[in-house]
């Protein structure tokens, strides 16, 4: 088999840590059944996400969710199985915490974290701290990119990504309209990446998680009452031949400009004169 097989899950995010760390590992031992390497999550999948399940912090017990976290690092290393885990990372009191992903590898450790970084007007008022960095790790030769949900209004977000020479986009997210699906698949075809987009089973009405590819279509959804689903990423399929090997290399060569600077006319009065008819 070619490509990397990865899990998008879409479970029901609860305000208890325990209950939504045992969620977790039940999906990871589904993934890893498919002979999935990568599992991705939700926005706020561990602690719970603020204005949904959670009104305050001190409602979260971050001691159960660091234990339930040790828990599916444990799990992951006896699956051999990489999780990508949405969850507010507490800071030092009286900092508020980061709206992060974490990244835990096949081995079982956190290898890197993505911090939130364009908050929106309601997290970075009340509930959270912001981060300013991009992420990027590698599964089995393919390389991956992390966003978070409001994320999704910021292009330089996903072009950053494409510079960065990502192949799989993480979104995880807390959608609150329709036009957060309309805007990934734009995303998707725009970078030719694949964008994977993990979302609670709470906002299915809207939309469904799954993976979109390079082309902007789906490649597989979640369709319930299954709370994953399992699709592969393969950069040799003969499908995405076009946005893999010929449209996205364009777009890289034209952002650049040498091609249009080298046919620039500077000496013909019907180009530069901006008034002529």
């Not at 991705?40 to 009104?55: R, V």
């Not at 969710?65 to 444990?74: A, H, S």
């Not at 994953?228 to 950069?235: F, Q």
Request: charged share 25%; with cysteine; proline share 7%.
């Amino acid at each position: 088999m070619t490509g990397i097989r990865i899990a998008v899950a879409e479970p029901v995010i609860t305000k208890d840590a325990a209950e939504n760390g045992a969620k977790v590992r039940e999906l990871m031992k589904s993934a890893a059944a498919g002979k999935a390497r990568l599992i991705q999550f939700p926005e706020g999948q561990l602690s719970g996400y603020p204005k949904e399940q959670l009104q305050d912090w001190s409602e979260v017990d971050w001691r159960v969710v660091r234990d339930e976290l040790e828990k599916i690092k444990q799990l992951a290393a006896r699956l051999k199985l990489w999780v990508v885990l949405g969850s507010a990372h507490p800071l030092t009191p009286p900092n508020r915490p980061h709206n992060s992903l974490y990244v835990i590898s096949d081995a079982g450790q956190v290898v890197d974290r993505y911090d939130k970084r364009f908050c929106s007007h309601t997290e970075i008022t009340n509930f959270f701290s912001p981060g300013f960095e991009p992420i990027v790790f590698d599964v089995d030769g393919y390389r991956f990119g992390c966003a978070i949900c409001v994320e999704i209004n910021f292009p330089q977000v996903f072009s950053e990504y494409e510079r960065l020479g990502v192949e799989c986009l993480l979104l995880s997210a807390y959608p609150v309209d329709k036009v957060f699906e309309v805007k990934a698949r734009a995303y998707a075809a725009i970078t030719n990446y694949w964008v994977a987009m993990s979302l609670p089973a709470q906002t299915a009405d809207l939309m469904p998680s799954g993976l979109i590819a390079p082309d902007g279509t789906y490649v597989s959804t979640v369709t319930a009452p299954a709370e994953l689903t399992i699709a592969t990423i393969d950069r040799d399929d003969p499908a995405y031949d076009v946005p893999l090997r010929h449209t996205r290399p364009w777009r890289t060569t034209a952002r650049k400009g040498a091609i249009y600077r080298a046919r620039r006319i500077t000496d013909d009065p019907r180009s530069t004169n901006h008034t002529c008819i």
